[in-house]
């Protein structure tokens, strides 16, 4: 079977290191990454901002769409192309009015209640997870492949699987009609591959 080209929701390492913006150029010009997160949990606003504005040309150099996750007001203050919106996050109805028609994307876990929320809502996008074990966050809850089912059967919106995913178990994830795969650490803090080298084995 043959996916579509651009599948990867790619998410930023947790800190942004010396080499960072010459991998993030390799890893995007293989034309693989459809959105790219910044999710910098423990920076300050400005430090966010700063980086955002260098990834952002990077992104637009390589038609990836630009996420900021967890802040709307970060998110319009550099012209993002969206914002992603955890559980404690604003509520999507005030990111709506604050962002206008930008990209707005919803974790949902492994909640079909969360799901109709979102879609009533209007999310451009809903993430579910996590699949497997993950060295970016400390997974809380697990979500399978009935689940995944369960969230495609709702509503025809993008759904962004989360947590954990390689080489190893990213197909079975596609087969079963995610839209797109959210992958950080295989990518970041791969010890056998460069970043540029781990997103070529997803193909």
Known sequence: MKFKTKFIYLISPNK???NFYVDLKSVLELNKVKFFQLRLKNSSKNKIIFISKKVKK???RYNVKFIINDD???AKEVDADGCHLGSDDMDIKLARKLLGNKI???????STKKAKEAINDKADYIAIGAF???????VKKMASIRDLKKFRKLSNKPIIAIGGINQQNYKKLLLNKADFLAISSFIWKNKKFKPREAIKKLK
């Not at 707005?104 to 492994?110: L, V």
Request: proline share 4%; hydrophobic share 30%; aromatic share 8%.
């Open 16 to 18: 942004i290191y010396r």
């Open 58 to 60: 990077i992104c637009k």
């Open 72 to 74: 709307p007001f970060i």
């Open 104 to 110: 707005i994307g919803i974790t949902c876990n492994n």
């Open 132 to 138: 497997n074990l993950s060295k970016t966050k400390k």
